[in-house]
């Protein structure tokens, strides 16, 4: 069982968009033999990619959720996760991160390292994955290999190392050399399946010579016997190079490169050569999970198929069948017909229908064993839950989810729309933890909160087409926050004498900027000015006014609250008069301490010809962005900026109107700050008059 | 004083290069206080002010200065100390980086703020830090497209439109070699037209040998063009700062600074 672990690689496909990831899963998976014809991303076909399964992936061009899929390359299970390439999908790239044992970086030879390349190896390292570089696009104009190995080397930090040499490049692009074997490798055959192995030409040798020293030289350090060799000056065999990038790049200490360009079929089987030599196998990977029942404790899992299961649920999809939940397993097996246990709540459930994806598509399978990547059906859980063996007290850790930075209000047509809606958001909820939903209490408007614009118009999108929900929206809404500056005391009392058991609670203290976290409750009663039993309603009643802040509306955070003081009565004084109490005390504060609004800053990276710089540094600046610095690279330079989010909706129009849509840009969040004061009133205003209207 | 200080401060519409806002009136913000105050405290606890440069050399229009010193001993790390002090009192930071990303020039920035400002509580280094680094905007070009017509475009893009106006500018990565002298002309007619200060970061050799005036020989030949020139040396487990030209005080006092070799700040 364990030599069947062996022989699984678990990979991810991550990259910049528009890099050629899904051309390359595609190409992937015709030369295992998993598909039989090649159509591409937007191919005149209209068939769209294989892994684009859904119908806006292929008419966007982009790939939104990951599709998980296997295949089979020399007695190797190779299970591959297509990951979306665009930021406000990062949470799915994550997801992916999160169960893989190593990934290959597709890197585009023209545009080199981008920032979305950036954001994806910082992932990379987070789970610390190991990875190889695929720089893709070799046939295109401008494409410079050798320039992208040096961007991953000094942007990123990678030892990168060439694995191979071009034949030619741009139109010329013929194959590659393989610098461990000394090979000239052709792809010949309509689809580049036919690989012709030829001496060098003479006009490369010395150039691969060179290239294979420089490679000897970065691998030594991972072996003894490769050093011993080279220091003996003797012919150094194949399996010593590869043994020794083995080693480094499982290590996290290497990165080895290989070239070629997907769409015109050249080096995608060394590169599946490659997965299979030098990327881990589940059982080279150590993973940890949490003991439930002494939480700081970690556990590092076995891996072996014979122990009890261990396994996390990564993705959640809601099919015609019902729902279908991807699972990895990392230690034990899941069967048919097995008992498993959900960590989070607890609940025992029988597994019925087990099955292997190739993206829409599935096989049925008997049992998903350790290190594997599969999905069952029939099973209610929420995305990162744990599902283990019965008496098994361990779960998987939680995975990193960012906050959402905007929201929308949806305003359902009719009825109808209404139900649609409700079933649609249900669903996206439950797949994608990233995507929020609640009813605003004041306007009764739905309102659905996300990553980015694209994330939340990709939802509402798939919601006229996959629902029928014939909704409209709102426009797009920051999520501000608010905070106050200055110290502010308290001493409120309420009281309540109308009849009936009367209400009396008083508190006092005061409400102070607290940078450590967003609320911190200090009790520094004495005496027994409150009894103890109604501290937890004092701490309950500041909790609830944080929820919406009294400035505009939006959550309060950064704030402590110190009681010192009150008072009681023996009949009158209840838990509800005391979170009245705190909630009274808390306006009377608040005010008083000078609360200001936070905004989402983004970190906006635009990558333009250079003759746009002037211009896309004009947007930036429109829009009250602080512009960190400009990377001139040759015909591209890189703006990197941090703008308020409120002033990038419908940017990316702007941006493409402005550089003939030359430019493109990639937007993550990066911290809150205060609104300045002017801005700060315009929000107000406009947020008054939305209630208006509301109302 | 200090409050005087600060109400003069905003009385006045301060100059905006990066389109902040900055608040009107005679209110005394108690996060502004805090910031000028740790500009105050940390400008004149820093050691560079025993190299005379008091700014008021900065302030000279279209001079140059140097920094030299062998590969790896701190030349990028007291640029950035100069840069940052000169942020300090508001002076507005081009750092041109010929051979490091955006990404790593910021790391250095964040890094020497960082073991600058360790005394402070970290919600007021926060503030101050974002107060200061408005007045950076960093550029980085390749080391052999690099010229001066091209920092001229880039820097019109930032003038014209209001986005930057640069009073010093940090060269960081030019090769100083016999071909150098035209850009320095060059350069030298972009400061005057844009009145700004530059300093230079100038890599020198260990074995090189040197003038009496302990300039390499390679390019003791263009000293003329430089008001200062100051030159960071190992020395044993110190690295010792001094001034080959600029008629500061540590010269007249025969003393030298030194550098810590782990932070690379300058000890006081």
Known sequence: MLQASRNIRNIGISAHIDSGKT??????????????AIHDVKGKDGVGATMDSMDLEKERGITIASAATYCNWNGYNVNIIDTPGHVDFTIEVERSLRVLDGAVLVLCSVGGVQSQSITVDQQMKRYKVPCLAFINKC?????????????????????????????????????????????????????????????????????????????????SLFSDDLTEAVLEGGEISEALIMEAVRKGTIARKLTPVFIGSAYKNKGVQPLLDAVTSYLPCPLEVENEAIDTVDTSRTVVLSGDPADPLVSLAFKLEDGAYGQLTYLRVYQGAIGRGDTIVNTRTGKKVKVGRLVRMHAEQMEDIDSIAAGSIGALFGIDCASGDSFVAPGVNLSMMSMFVPEPVISLALIPKDNKAQISMSKALNRFTKEDPTFRTHVDAETNETIIEGMGELHLEIYVERMRREYNADVTTGNPRVAYRETI????????????????????????????????GDFLFDNKITGGAIPTNYIPACEKGFRQSLEKGPKIGFPVTGIMACINDGAFHAVDSSEIAFIAAAKGAFREAYAKAAPVIHEPIMKVVIETPTEYQGAVMGLLNQRRGIIVGAQDEGVMSVVESQVPLAEMVGFSTI???????????????????QVPVSVAEKIMEEIALRKKSAA | MLHKEISTCYEKESFNPVGRFRRKGRVIYLSDRNIMMMKNELSKRNPLRHLGLDMEILKENAGFGAVMAPAGVGKTALLVQIALLAMMKEFSILHVSLNDPVNKVTLWYDEILQDLTQAYPMERVQDFREDILLHRFIMTFRVDDFSVPKLEERLNDLIVQNIFQPQ?????????????????????????????????????????????????????GLHHYFQVILKIEEKGDYLSLQAIKGGLQSIATGSELRLDPTTMLITD
């Open chain 1, 23 to 36: 051309t390359l899963t595609e190409r992937i998976l015709f030369y295992t033999k998993r598909i039989h």
């Open chain 1, 139 to 219: 046939d295109r104009n401008g494409a410079n290999p050798m320039r992208v190995i040096s961007q991953l080397r000094t942007k990123l930090g990678h030892n990168a190392v060439a694995m191979q040499i071009p034949i030619g490049l741009e139109n010329n692009f013929q194959g590659v050399i393989d610098l461990t074997t000394m090979e000239a490798i052709y792809f010949d055959g309509d689809n580049g399946e036919v690989l012709r192995r030829e001496v060098i030409s003479e006009a490369l040798l010395a150039l691969a010579k060179e290239k294979r020293e420089e490679l000897i030289d970065a691998v």
């Open chain 1, 655 to 673: 941006l493409r109107s402005a550089t003939q849509g030359k430019a493109q840009f990639t937007m993550e969040f990066s911290a809150y700050r």
């Open chain 1, 485 to 516: 500056t200055r110290r502010a005391e308290f001493n409120y009392t309420h009281k309540k004498q109308t009849g009936g058991a009367g209400q009396f609670g008083r508190i006092a203290g005061y409400l102070e900027p607290y940078t450590e």
């Open chain 2, 168 to 220: 010093i500018l940090i060269i960081d990565g030019l090769h100083f070699n016999s071909q150098v002298e035209p850009f320095l002309v060059e350069m030298k007619a972009l400061a005057e037209k844009h009145h700004f200060f530059v300093w230079f970061s100038v890599h020198i050799h260990r074995e090189e040998e040197k003038a009496q005036s302990g300039i390499p020989l390679s390019i003791v």
